[in-house]
Nanobody, 119 residues
Framework: QVQLVESGGGLVQAGDSLRLSCAAA????????VAWFRQAPGKAREFVAS????????YYAAAVKGRFTISRDSAKNTVYLQMNSLNPEDTAAYSC????????????WGQGTQVTVSS
């Protein structure tokens, strides 16, 4: 079982930056892929970005490409989401998710952290 703990959310103004963290509490990340998702009020959850653990290959949703950067620090068992040039449309609850070692299904989810961007 992998427990994921997100942090770093908050209230910022349009154009500001935030860095979210997703830590695997109490153990080493044993995963094939880790991703960030977000869900705005009244909307479905959407994919934001992912990073493959072994290769560090990254993928982004079109809405955030060029503004957000996902990265990992294996030594700290942490995945980051650097978010730049934030706009009000980025307001959402952001959650990280991790797959198992041998699959790409996101079996483990964090509790989420709120990001609110004011105009």
């Amino acid at each position: 079982q992998v427990q994921l703990v997100e942090s770093g959310g908050g209230l910022v103004q349009a154009g500001d930056s935030l860095r979210l963290s997703c830590a695997a509490a109490g153990r080493t990340f044993s995963t094939k892929v880790v991703a960030w998702f977000r869900q705005a009020p009244g909307k479905a959850r959407e994919f934001v970005a992912s990073i493959w653990w072994s290769s560090s290959n990254t993928y982004y949703a079109a809405a955030v490409k060029g503004r957000f950067t996902i990265s990992r620090d294996s030594a700290k068992n942490t995945v980051y989401l650097q978010m730049n040039s934030l706009n009000p449309e980025d307001t959402a609850a952001y959650s990280c998710a991790a797959s198992g070692v041998s699959s790409t299904t996101y079996n483990y989810w964090g509790q989420g952290t709120q990001v609110t961007v004011s105009s």
